[in-house]
């Protein structure tokens, strides 16, 4: 891997994450402009999801011991747990995934059918013993923020929810300017790691590879990458080096709804099994967040970008205009910074903003007329245009959520 792609390298110098020997391996936390990437990725998920009908709640990162029992995660999956805490006799786990806490919140009461699908999303804490030797920058980590959701529908809901799952994925894609390497169909493999129900495995598999059919996207089977209770649609990315790694993931599920005892009471007045269909459109924050900073090197989407614009004056006389201009940003909910002139001349300050998607220059011309003239990080130059105008262009290109510096449409 060569060294401008490497996020770890890439996330100190850009001030986004760092790591303390005394937090300790896997665990790193994340600086104001990190903060700022992530907050805006979230805010786009969240809104994607309450466009799709989403349902958000919060969940605890703890549970008993018991509750993964329940799952199968102790009998599963045990070996990427934490130890358990020993508190007044009870033993407590940190979670390794955010499925059981949603299990329990739907068979929190009674449901009808009419409720189905029942779409739950949360960006929640789970945990994972990574080996210390994997451990570094945001890519293995044993504190995980993940975008999950689970949909509780019928069998005959559950390949629309999936193809809903993995439209949602490929609109976020485009958004990031993400392009995946492969789309999988992970499979069990060989030995004990999956729960033991030839008939449930051969229905999701069905339902999966259906869903993938349809789709018209290319995908390879693959064996051993399944999630312990069912097969998955995973999308693949690669690093630099040409490594891969899942970002994405869509799963059908019987087996957990089995174990916690789901029902609804179906038109019939009967009880009946739902099916979880789980599924993550950037899956963890942590793992999406290095991708792009390795893809990007710092360039990030202009909506994702902790700063947005940078105002520089060619001279402290037009100080007091780019302080201005700065202010006006803000009040639009645009990320913006002033360069002032005692940070260097002109050409410099430009380098050192040189990821910053929009930079203004203001020399004596522009502000004499009230406008502003934008250069884009790809060094193409703007005509000068009245300030509200070209800002409202920049607020619309925001909200579009695109890749795009700039579109003249
Ligand atoms: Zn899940």
Redesign the pocket.
Known sequence: MTAPHDHRRLGRALGLFGTDPLIGAGLPYWLPDGATVRHALEEYIRAEERRASYRHVYSPVLGKRELYEISGHWSHYSDDMFPPLDLDGEQIVLRP???PH?ALIFRSRSRSHRELPYRMAELGGMYRFELSGVLGGLNRVRAIQLN?A?VFCTLEQAADEARGALEMIRRAHRALGITPARYRLSLPGPGGKYVAAPELWRRSTALLTEVLEHSGLPYEPAEGEA?FYGPKIDVQVADGAGRESTLSTV?I?FH?PERFALHYIGADGARHRPV?V?RSVIGSVERAVAHLVERTGGAFPPWLAPTQLVALPVSDAELPHAEALVRRCTELGLRADVAAPDRGSLGARIRTARLVPYQAVLGPRETSAGLVALRLRDGRRLAPRPTDELLARLVARAAAHGPELWSDV
């Open positions: 995934g955010l499925c949603h999950d689970h999630a799963q599920d957990q979880m789980h």
